[in-house]
């Protein structure tokens, strides 16, 4: 599992876009409200700022440009009036550049790729041995940005025949991308991901009677009593394609005969919904295996922690393998009924019994 922060933090690695702290003094002279603080790009969480030992707040005293590193106060500072900025800047990109470049390469580097549930891979289920190679596409777009910018400079001839060659600039970023490159692609090669992985496709069949495609459904295992599931194929032999992200899926696994909790994080106030929880043999199963208790642990506007719980009694029949889902119904609309998990709950059996 990949977590964005991470990955943010390793790129700066790679580009050497390390954070470091700056501090800028100046004096209000009654009249000026615009001072360029001559470190930018400026980290707008970290900015500290104050006038006469006051701490300011933003934007309601100021605004910062953070890639130009400007702070304009809404309210010239009086003359004399010490003013006092400490933060955090950067060499090239602010975190939202980063994330975009990062974005970006998630994007790219799972391109029609699916985990083994049929559900498309995102940067929450990116396997650890693959945050590397996402690290390096994130910096070559970083680089390329960089490329870009150095591409307007020209060399600079003076009159007693000095040259600056600032176009070496644009060369050396290139050949430092080249090098990335042949990086990311030697690692995706033999880890199989990303850009350069090898990818099977699956040829249609077309009926001699019926001159139709003969329908494909996706391999079921034995004891799998689902309903098949069809499959629609592309005739460019890319595949299949992904199932949209509808329900998140997160399997169980519950030893029999014990108790059984685990914990859910929403990002919404799950206060005014009624959340409910099932096991059955299979989905649309009349049978009816186990029923969670739901307890919501905690809740704010932009995350709610929700528990669900089996006691032991219920835990010991169930079958080897089931289904589950959690639903949850709008108490103030009961026409609205939304699934938010899914998955298979898989059971080990137990073996001390008294």
Known sequence: MAVLSDLISRVRLEIGDQPAQFSFTATGDGTT??????????????????IDNNPLANPTDYTLQQNTGIITFNVAPYTGGPI?????????????????????????????RTDAYGSLVTISTIPPVEEYPVAILASIEAL??????????????????????????????????????????MLCSQ????????????LIRTSRTTNKFVPIYMGQEVDDARMPERVYINNDLTGRNAQPPYASIYDLVIYQGDSFSVEFDFPFN??????????????NSPSLYATFTPTIISTSSTLSRVQLALTKQQTAYLPVRGFWDLQMTSNTDSSYEHTYIRGQVFTIQQVTLD
């Open 270 to 283: 799950v206060t005014g919904y009624t959340i409910s929880a099932q096991i059955r043999t299979y989905p």
């Open 84 to 112: 006092a900025v400490s933060g955090t800047n950067y060499r090239y990109f602010t975190d939202d550049d980063i994330t975009t470049f990062v974005n970006d390469a998630v994007t790219e580097h799972t391109y029609n």
């Open 191 to 202: 880890l199989n991901v990303g850009l350069w992985r090898i990818e099977m496709g699956t």
């Open 144 to 185: 390329w940005a960089l490329a870009t910018d150095t591409a307007f400079d020209i060399n600079i001839t003076a009159p007693d025949g000095v040259v600056i060659p600032r176009a070496q600039r644009y060369q050396q970023l290139t050949d430092i991308i080249q090098r990335r490159w042949d990086q990311y692609r």
């Open 33 to 50: 409200t615009v001072f360029p603080l001559g470190k930018y790009p400026v980290d707008p969480a970290t900015l500290y700022v104050t």
